[in-house]
């Protein structure tokens, strides 16, 4: 295909807002991996950089909030992102200003994953940094995508009253208040052969949730996961896709680079990005 100037027509243009991940799997490289997967063009506003690998994260610098604004302003002012996804966003000026682009530049599908630590454990956004999230980047979001933990966090509430179900629809209902239009509250955390997530929208109050099902994988290496389903979301929105037709695909994408993980390090190894595209042909023996 051309476009108007003879040229080749241009991909959806897919953003991230995130940290570095030194290692490769999650955060900004994992974005951009699974960005270039899908068939956008992606591009990467920088708000942190982590020294990190399979055993865990090390050390982790914010990057100056002038800077950010300086790299959302380069992107977004001659660009442009026909959808947006924010992952680590380590301090509250991080967070306000990629509100504030958001906001100025119009930018209407907007995922918010709510990223508060690395699989270690380790905090990747302090305290509140996080309440600047829910209060000032959420009720700007096509879809937030917590799992579990980040979803108690949110609510005030002991990870434990979030286990069945009933009680995760609940929860995901309760989440829309924080004025995202659509949660997509993830299952990788709670117990069970499948691995649930559960879709919710505002426009009917969360009454008819979306049960996004899958065989739970027996999978040791799994860094990246979240990162890699808000940014195969977002790549997804990039395309015009819907809020559910968007979760659907990019959970396909994750249990595909999953079933074909490899070790990395001593640790918690990488998802396989390239396994959707090579159709399955990965099953995680390799
Ligand atoms: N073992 C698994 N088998 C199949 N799907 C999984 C598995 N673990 C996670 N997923 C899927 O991966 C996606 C990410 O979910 P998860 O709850 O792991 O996110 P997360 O905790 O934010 O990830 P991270 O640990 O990278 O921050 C979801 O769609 C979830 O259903
Ligand atoms: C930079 C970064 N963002 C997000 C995550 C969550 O997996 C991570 N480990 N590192």
């Known amino acids: ?168 629809v609940d929860a995901a209902k309760a989440l829309l208040s924080f004025g995202s239009r659509h949660v997509l509250l993830k299952g990788g955390h709670a117990e069970g052969d499948e691995c649930l997530d559960i879709l919710v929208a505002a426009s009917d109050g969360g009454r008819r949730p979306a049960l996004l099902g899958g065989p739970r994988l027996a999978r040791r290496h799994t860094h990246g996961t979240g990162c890699a389903l808000s940014s195969a979301v977002c790549a997804a929105l990039a395309g015009g896709a819907a809020a559910e037709a968007a979760c659907r695909e990019a959970k396909a994408f994750v249990a595909a680079a999953i079933a074909g993980s490899y070790p990395t390090g001593a640790g918690v190894g990488s998802l396989r990005h390239e396994a959707w595209r090579a159709g399955g042909a990965f099953d995680g023996r390799r």
């Open 1 to 168: 295909m051309t476009d108007s100037r003879g040229g080749r027509a241009a991909p959806p243009r897919a953003l991230t807002i995130a940290g570095s991940d030194s290692g490769g799997g999650a955060g900004i490289q994992g974005d951009l991996k699974t960005f270039q997967e899908l068939g956008v063009h992606g591009m990467s506003v920088v708000t942190a950089i982590t020294a990190q690998n399979s055993l865990g994260v090390q050390r982790i610098a914010p990057v100056a909030p002038e800077l950010i604004e300086a790299q959302l302003d380069s992107v977004l002012g001659d660009i442009g992102a026909d959808a947006v996804k924010t992952g680590m966003l380590p301090t509250p000026e991080s967070v306000a200003a990629a509100a504030a682009a958001v906001r100025r530049y119009g930018l209407e599908r907007l995922v918010v994953d709510p990223v508060r630590t690395a699989k270690d454990g380790r905090r990747l956004m302090a305290g509140e940094a996080f309440e600047a999230l829910a209060e000032l980047l959420l009720p700007l979001a096509e879809l937030a995508t917590p799992n579990v933990p980040e979803a108690a966090a949110l609510l005030g509430v002991p990870e434990r009253d979030i286990r069945t179900v009933d009680e995760r």
